[in-house]
């Protein structure tokens, strides 16, 4: 009985300096502690030893984590919640898990996860987030989420793949109340400012802190990713674009909401911020679905295009462009093909377009399908140039359109398209200025619907 005695407490200092271990470490340590338990624990019953120590809960929600498929940041229980967010991620990529973000940060009882700077998500990767918010902070200048091989200042961007972002339930995205910065990299900061060239930002006048918008403004920035997937999730009142893809491939957005109109409101007062795109499809992309999207937004709801500048004048991750890989054309790697966007409802970009095309210097842009699409506010769907001669649209399908979609030419080019199944209600000019005799299109069923 004597050596039983002792044995226990041997085991029972064995499990002290192991729960002190835990304790000082951000992360999970289940797997070695109930490892070396298992190996301490000799003849004895495990089960008897755990009891006779009174850490039978301990144990159970250990093995409970050390069983799951997933990691959270609930599971780390020391520093911010941007910290324990990325040793959560950090976790899961070093043992082949997922990250869940549930809806209740129930180390500090929140029921929003404020960060101070964006969730890197490293290839091969998914996150889920469960019903749970995710708020920039006012500190924060910075995505909400992005591939992590993309950073300020990096020349040259290593290849990811396979990442998925995943909603589940009421999943959102939100802007900061008091934004550091907002807009693309045309658009100065400006506190009082609401002229076409300026957007908010608190940084604006700071000594030393870039007063332009720029790619760290955007929701999400997905780059240099073939396999990717952006599901059920809202972005609200974000600074720049909503999502960003540029050189990437084989990729699927579904079920987004936008929630963004040109403005946020701070101490009751209004303030514009500017570029709210929702897409943007830059340069490079291929093989990619846009499906079931619906919301506002307070510029374009999808460009789809780069601005290529001959000169290259915005290298690859310099902080003051509208796409992270900067605005030099590569050749045939940055033409953008074979894209599906359908089952858009609801969706209001009255102010600007529903969809920018924009091909520009030599880049071609084909193989496009755009179908299913209903809509009651005013939107147009434009062909527009930014270099000429401008870059070429063809092989696009555009069908089963219904209620105030029409199409603007406003300089670009498209040949060897289908128009289908238009229906607008008014008596615009559906076509606008499009050459719908010399450039080889199909037009079928397409008309005016007057109610009266």
């Not at 271990?21 to 755990?50: D, W, Y």
């Not at 540029?246 to 946020?264: E, H, L």
Request: hydrophobic share 35%.
């Amino acid at each position: 009985m004597y050596k039983k005695i002792k044995k226990l407490n041997e085991m029972k200092n064995v499990l002290k300096t192991r729960l002190r271990k835990s304790e000082s470490t951000s992360g999970p340590t289940e797997q070695s502690f109930i490892g070396t338990i298992c190996k301490e624990s000799g003849g004895f019953r495990l089960p008897v030893i755990l009891l006779a120590l009174g850490v039978v809960a301990i144990i159970s929600s250990c093995s409970q984590h050390n069983d799951r498929e997933y990691v959270s940041p609930n599971d780390f229980k020391t520093g911010s919640q941007t910290v324990r967010i990325a040793a959560a991620i950090k976790y899961a990529e070093n043992n082949g898990r997922k990250v869940v973000i549930p809806a209740i940060d129930k180390v500090t009882n929140a029921k929003i996860w404020k960060i101070d700077s964006a969730i890197m998500l490293p290839s091969d990767f998914t996150l889920i987030l469960d019903n749970s918010t995710i708020k920039l902070s006012d500190q924060c200048r910075d995505n909400f989420i992005r591939t992590a091989n993309l950073k300020v200042g990096q020349s040259t961007i290593e290849p990811f793949r396979n990442i998925h972002i995943i909603g589940i339930g009421n999943a959102l995205l939100e802007g900061a109340d008091n934004p550091r910065a907002s807009g693309d990299c045309f658009k100065q900061l400006s506190l009082t400012d609401s002229s076409f060239n300026y957007s908010y930002g608190t940084d604006e006048g700071k000594e030393g802190v870039n007063q332009f918008g720029g790619w760290l403004n955007h929701g999400i920035n997905i780059v240099e990713t073939t396999g990717f997937s952006i599901e059920n999730i809202t972005l609200r009142d974000y600074h720049g674009h909503g999502i960003i893809v540029a050189r990437s491939s084989r990729g699927i957005m579904r079920g987004i909401t936008f929630d963004a109109r040109g403005y946020i409101f701070i101490n009751k007062k209004r303030y514009l911020i500017k570029n709210q795109d929702g897409f943007g499809i830059r340069q490079g992309c291929h093989d990619i679905i846009i499906e079931n999207c619906t919301g506002n937004t307070g510029d374009d709801y999808l460009m789809i295009g780069e601005y290529f500048n001959d000169d290259a004048s915005f290298s690859t991750g310099r902080e003051n462009t509208i796409s992270p890989c900067g605005d030099n054309y590569r050749g045939e790697e940055d033409d953008t093909y074979n894209i599906i966007c359908r089952n858009l409802y609801d969706v209001d970009a009255s102010h600007w377009k529903l969809v920018k095309l924009m091909s520009s210097g030599k880049q071609k842009q084909y193989n496009f399908i755009f179908s299913d699409i209903v809509t009651n506010t005013d939107s147009r769907i434009s062909f527009t140039k930014y270099k000429i001669p401008p870059g070429l649209h063809t092989n696009f399908v555009f069908q089963n359109l219904m209620g105030k979609i029409r199409f603007v030419d406003d300089g670009g080019y498209i040949k060897n398209s289908v128009f289908r199944n238009i229906q607008y209600i008014g008596d615009e000019n559906i076509l606008g200025s499009i050459n719908t005799k010399d450039d080889g299109h199909i037009i079928e069923n397409v008309r005016n619907i007057d109610f009266k």
